[in-house]
């Protein structure tokens, strides 16, 4: 741990197959009016709005629908669901859903008393907010992003082509969130098995950087592996208590700060994903996905020791006679069975993407610089070829 | 994770070599009497005694001294605190030390505002506070009981020979604590050891219990790999600063909360070493290391699967051609190897007891039943003299 750094996440979370009723102890600290956020009619059809609803009125709230949050919210949805909190002078954005829901109410909750453009202050200039913002609170229906207790919030400009995240400071984090197991059971398994992948990523990218020895990189190894561990259970029985709850709460630990504490991090996966998904609109975790592999291998020899460490420390290749190149290919062949055995996109292709939009995706990359290689222009459209 | 359960911590934690600054940000949020915690000379002779008072002093606050906590705060003091904190009208308790002046500062916390005898509230009727809670912050100079970042509070009783600790609420946590490694270099070798072995049998407390899958305890499996791999650097050189800070943040981790979430704990070693700490006044790391291994080879048997995953995942000792059984005796081998090689207390006749005073450890010693083996009293006593 030889940075200095601070850690605070003052988040509550429930957690649990009867962490709903807890709603109860949380919407007395709030004002009348709710907004409540939601994507498509999935949690209309599961039973899991009514719920939330009756528990809002019993409560004496006002309710305030703003419905149809996409996969990938949009800047014009954003702008939306900010005028939809002004003139209805709400006092808690109530987000049920997934990733996607809780980062667009992050948003929303920055910009509701802020006169500029949300895109243009955050997501280009980026700004911080400096205006009152409004509070938070998450229902995950979907593990996978961590945004219940963390202050990022990714929003698309299709326009742009661009999907970008902000993560704000400790003020934007949900005031508490309500993790229920159960309600990520009806998740079609694509979508569940999307948001495995981005869990592991998001360890990925907080491990893969930094060469001291750092208890963050004992945590991350931990959770990778239990992560691994309930997923093979859970592609197989997605109605696995133990093993989607492990799930559930690594996701939460795997960005909610904890495991990058004294430590650089890499975070170009997700800029390739995000990359893909501003131009062809595919699912997160599975954008991840596609670019994995070739990121990985075209970085691993400038941070062979850490993939050595990845091989034996996660997956338990046996060192024996081995050298870390060696040790650090076996990890990521290692990677690339359980990626095949758990079904994620092993490329960009079977996500709609071909060579003719190489180079838009190649410009919608930022290139960042915590890795253990910054990428030439080159490079990424090298990785992004070699992920078709 | 099966069981349903919240986590709340919202400690804010400052830490590195350059921590100690940031408490010119906290100061200004807390009224203007700050009472100072602290044990001995150690902080005076380090300077760390020196630099705290001329930033309280540069941020306008008035200093109430409160020296002299030892080592196990004693209800006298305990007291004493109170009455000082009651005639000086003080808005800030700021310990300064270990986790036994961060104790004792929350025990305080809980106290000033509150007529009954904390003792008898607290520590003999284990009530909740019901007053005004002040405000407790730590600066942190020894790494081990985590008590930066818990609402734990350890008080002895030597007239009744007796040594109990109560875990608060939430609203009793530090607001905030400052971790700032180099402090802990001036702590003589047997204390640094002692706060190392209060670590993982901490984890160990949380670990061996329970027989679900759990990412609880892939989380402390990493901790308790982190301490080890440390440990032994740190005992060579104590000024190895990415060994002591290590250290210092897997301790903070160990016990505020995070890894005993959704599973039962055990913590029978530390009723077994409070007892001997109440009777012996021992340093209460040694009292631990001197208990631990008679105390979990009675328990073994009955949590025979988790003893070996302990042996495999923890010292990764190879399961080839090994039954469980086995597995878990080499894991406990492997454990007393280590506990050896960083100079713990082995037994509790080097901490001054011997077998006039078995009996009265074993009246002193509260029997938990959320471990492995709920213990019979004379299992107690047959542990104690194993401990000899």
New interface residues.
Partial sequence: ???????????????????LQ?LNEELPKYGKTVQLIYGGGSVKRNGIYDAVVEILKANGKTVVEDAGVMPNPTVEKLREGVRIARENHVDLLLAMGGGSCCDYAKAVSVSVHCDDDPWEKYYVRFEEPDCEIVPVACILTMAGTGSEMNAGAVITNHEQKLKIGHVFGEEVMPKFSILN?KFTFSLPKRQMVAGIYDIFNHICEQYFSGE?????D??A???M??VV??SLIAVENPED???R??I???AT?ALNT?IS??KSTDWMVHMLGQAVGAVTDATHGMTLAAVSLPYYRTIMPYGEKKFARFATEVWRVNPEGKSDRELAEAGLEALENWMKQIGVAMNITELGASEDVIEDIADATIILDGGYKVLTRDEVVRILRESL
Same sequence: chains 1, 2.
């Fill in positions: 741990m030889l940075g200095n750094f601070s850690y605070h996440n003052a988040t509550k979370l429930y957690f649990g197959d009867d962490s807890y197991p001291d020895d750092n208890t963050s004992y945590l190894e931990a959770l592996r239990s561990h309930s208590y133990e093993a709850s492990n559930m709460w690594s630990w904890l504490r004294g």
